[in-house]
């Protein structure tokens, strides 16, 4: 299936491993023309030779700590000089550390809005205008489960991921007739790094054994197992490409049926 991608141009942010990378990768495949953003040089380094060299597409990166106003403003300038501008914006950040919303401080609260919701608008704000002139633009969020179901000990990755759905809803109603589509993507049980992480939280805080946990962990998942980045970056592609023109506004659930709700 011919995607509609040739040609077109993205920065891809948190790009140096798990989903990020599985997405450029991807996009790679497809023709795009790449801009990779992470905090690591070393590891951003690798994966873009990496990528490149499975695809032969043309790879530019930038490290970036998206949480600083002026290393955005950096990278906003170094893509206009690498690209131009950009045709699809892919917003993927880590999450905070773990936290009950009653051992959350307002100093915590406040840097989860800066991680998860103030980048997000900064790199709109860059790229959106370009998007409105050529009436075609594909902005892609990678969110959370728990924007649908709340995760325990997640207080501020739960409470800001939802604002910044709410967020992107809304700006996809405004951009809609411009050929622009916004959409979230809302890993459920994805094998990455970050769920190491949360799970290494949750041993340390519970007593259990891993084998213990990830018997429970799995055996909540109806089809039995993690995800894998490979099989949620083709979802992410597909909603980056022209076949997906009419879909927007929406948040997508890749978790193997995890979710209870019917959303």
């Not at 905090?39 to 043309?58: M, P």
């Not at 905070?96 to 991680?115: I, N």
């Not at 949750?202 to 429970?216: D, H, N």
Request: hydrophobic share 40%.
């Amino acid at each position: 299936m011919d995607l509609g991608l040739m040609g077109k141009k993205a920065l891809v942010c948190g790009a140096s491993r798990g989903i990020g990378r599985a997405i450029a990768e991807g996009l790679a495949h497809e023709g795009v023309e790449l801009v990779l953003c992470a905090r690591q040089d070393a590891a951003l380094a690798k994966a873009a030779e990496d990528i490149r060299q499975k695809t032969g597409a043309r790879i530019h990166f930038r490290t970036c700590n998206l949480t600083e106003p002026d290393e955005r403003n950096t990278l906003i300038a170094a893509v206009k000089d690498f690209v131009g501008d950009v045709d699809i914006l892919v917003h993927n950040t880590g999450g905070p550390r773990p936290s009950s919303a009653q051992e959350t401080t307002l100093d915590d609260w406040k840097s989860g809005f800066s991680q998860l919701f103030e980048m997000i608008v900064h790199l709109n704000e860059a790229f959106l205008p370009k998007m409105k002139e050529k009436k075609w633009g594909r902005i892609l969020c990678i969110t959370s489960l728990s924007v649908i179901e709340p995760i325990p000990n997640l207080a501020v990755s739960n409470a800001m991921r939802s604002a910044v759905t709410s967020m992107l809803k809304t700006l996809s109603d405004e951009v809609a007739h411009f050929n622009i589509t916004v959409n979230c993507l809302a890993p459920g049980s994805i094998s990455t790094e970050r769920l190491q992480e949360l799970m290494e939280a949750r041993l340390a805080r519970t007593g259990q054994s891993k084998e213990e946990y990830l018997k429970q962990y799995i055996g909540g998942i109806p089809m039995g197992r993690l995800g894998t980045t490979e099989e949620f970056a083709s979802v992410a592609v597909f909603l980056a490409s022209q076949k997906a023109s009419y879909v927007t506004g929406s948040t997508i659930a890749i978790d193997g049926g995890k979710r209870r709700s019917t959303y």
